[in-house]
C-alpha cells in the first residue's frame, strides 16, 4: 500500500509538511537544530491510555483493539513532551493493564497533575464519524453523540466487576467553589487549544469540541480533556490508527499541543 496514500486519509498536510517525513537535505552538511524552547516551569501532564487489561475498548474490523493504540500513542506523546518540549509526563498506565476509572482520576489527583488527558479511539455512535475531537465535563451532554460516547466509556469498569459511582456529596460541594471554577475555565481552554491547533495537520471530527458525563474527567481541581484520535469503528481511521508511523505523527501533534496549552491564556 502507498503509504502516502494511507497517511493522506488522516492529515490535511502533505506528509514532507511534517517533521516526521521531511526530505533530507540535499547537501551533505549537517542538519541544523531549532533552539531550544524554554522549560515549561515544573508542569505535570498525566496521560491516560484508555481501556486496558481485560478491557480492549473497541476493536476494528481489522482486529485493531483500542487499548494498544491508546497506550502507543500515549507513550509516544510522554516521550515527545519530555524530549522536545521539556514537560514532565506520566501515564496512568505504562502496560496492558485494567484500571478502574476512579483509579485513574485518584492517578492523576494524587500526582498534582496540571493536566489531565485521556486517550481513545473509541466506536463512534455512526460508523461514518471519523476524524480527531475533544470533550470535557459536563452533567448534560452537549449532543445525543458525546453522550452516547460517555455512556460507553463510563461502562469500562463492569470489566473489572465494579460500578461507575454517582457524584459524592463532597465533590459536589467542591464543584462550587472558585478551585472548580477554575478547572472548568481551564478545561475549555485546553481542548479549544487543542482541536484548533490540532486540526491544522490532522483530519477533525464534524464538531470537534464537545462535552458529556465522562466519570474519567471527574477531578474536581484537575483540569480534564478527553481525546478521541479517531474512531476504530471508521475503517478509514482504523486503516490510520493501526499503522506505527502515522500514530507517531498524532502523537507529535497532540505533544506539540498539549506544551502549548500550559502557556495559553486562561489555562496558566
Do not use: C
Not at 488522516?10 to 511534517?18: E, G, I, V
Request: proline content about 5%; glycine content about 6%.
Amino acid at each position: 500500500m502507498d503509504r502516502r496514500r494511507l497517511f493522506g486519509l488522516a492529515l490535511t498536510l502533505p506528509l514532507a509538511a511534517l517533521p516526521l517525513f521531511a526530505a533530507p537535505p540535499a547537501s551533505a552538511a549537517p542538519e541544523r537544530k531549532p533552539a531550544s524552547k524554554p522549560a515549561i516551569g515544573n508542569r505535570l501532564v498525566m496521560l491516560d491510555p484508555g481501556h486496558g487489561g481485560a478491557d480492549p475498548g473497541a476493536i476494528g474490523t481489522l482486529g485493531t483493539r483500542e487499548k494498544d493504540v491508546t497506550l502507543d500513542i500515549a507513550r509516544a506523546v510522554a516521550r515527545t513532551l519530555r524530549e522536545r518540549h521539556r514537560v514532565t509526563a506520566r501515564l496512568t498506565r505504562d502496560d496492558d493493564r485494567f484500571l478502574a476509572l476512579e483509579e485513574r482520576v485518584a492517578l492523576t489527583r494524587k500526582a498534582g497533575a496540571d493536566l489531565f488527558v485521556s486517550i481513545h479511539a473509541d466506536s463512534a455512535p455512526s460508523a461514518q464519524a471519523r476524524g480527531l475531537s475533544a470533550y470535557t465535563l459536563s452533567d448534560k451532554a452537549s449532543d445525543a453523540f458525546a453522550s452516547r460516547l460517555a455512556q460507553q466509556e463510563n461502562r469500562a469498569d463492569r470489566y473489572g466487576g465494579l460500578e461507575i459511582k454517582g457524584t459524592t456529596r463532597v465533590v459536589k460541594d467542591i464543584l462550587i467553589d472558585l478551585t472548580a471554577r477554575h478547572t472548568r475555565n481551564a478545561s475549555l481552554v485546553a481542548r479549544q487549544a487543542l482541536v484548533r491547533g490540532a486540526g491544522k495537520d490532522l483530519r477533525l471530527l464534524d464538531n470537534p469540541m464537545r462535552s458529556a458525563n465522562f466519570a474519567v474527567l471527574k477531578a474536581p481541581d484537575v483540569p480534564s480533556v478527553l481525546v478521541e484520535t479517531g474512531f476504530l469503528s471508521n475503517p478509514h481511521d482504523e486503516r490510520i490508527l493501526r499503522d506505527a508511523n502515522a500514530r507517531l505523527v498524532v502523537a507529535r501533534v497532540l505533544a506539540r499541543e498539549i506544551a502549548a496549552v500550559l502557556t495559553a491564556r486562561g489555562f496558566a
